[in-house]
């Protein structure tokens, strides 16, 4: 997803739409993007966070598991990867099919700080397609690892006029 100019018109309309709807529910664009700032800046990454939450001035992430460094690496890595789960025979097919397994029930609860704001919403780490095809869930990339500049394209895509 962050290369965003390299999708069809249907894939940029729906991560416009899915993107909207988180900013909306944290209490706008503006809140939304403070969040994805602050995770920008936070150092070591906010996913490897041992108590599982991070906490911003707009609101919070919590999620339901621990992330450990070296899943983190292993995530960072694979993630611009079209298939994310490469051939059996590949290397690193058991150490991703492992990646996958571990993080697939990890849910992300992002809440407002003011109840005003929004009532917030929820992501997975990873998008089942099928048995075989898996994907990063495109939020979850744009909240985690996405540059800036990409979310605000996004967030301001105009469908072309037929």
């Known amino acids: 997803m962050c290369d965003f100019n390299n999708l069809d018109d249907d894939a940029k309309q729906r991560y416009h739409q899915q993107l909207i709807e988180c900013a909306t529910a944290l209490g706008g664009k503006n809140f939304f993007l403070t969040m994805l700032e602050a995770v920008r800046k936070t150092k070591p990454h906010p996913l490897v966070a041992k108590q599982c939450a ?16 070296d899943k983190f690496t292993l995530l960072a890595s ?8 490469p051939k059996p025979s590949h290397l690193h097919y058991k150490k991703v ?12 609860t992002v809440k407002p700080k003011q109840r ?14 099928n048995e075989t095809t898996t ?9 985690f690892f996405c540059s800036i500049d990409t979310v605000k394209k996004i967030l301001a895509y105009q469908p072309r006029a037929s």
Do not use: C, E, Y
């Open 97 to 108: 099919f492992n990646l996958i397994r571990t993080l697939q029930p990890v849910t992300f």
């Open 116 to 129: 005003k704001d929004g009532h917030g919403f929820t992501m997975n780490t990873f998008d089942r397609i």
């Open 135 to 143: 994907q990063l869930n495109p939020v979850f990339d744009a909240v």
């Open 78 to 85: 694979v993630r611009t990867q079209k298939k994310l789960l």
């Open 54 to 69: 991070f906490h911003f001035s707009h609101g919070s992430i919590h999620w339901n598991k621990v992330i450990f460094q």
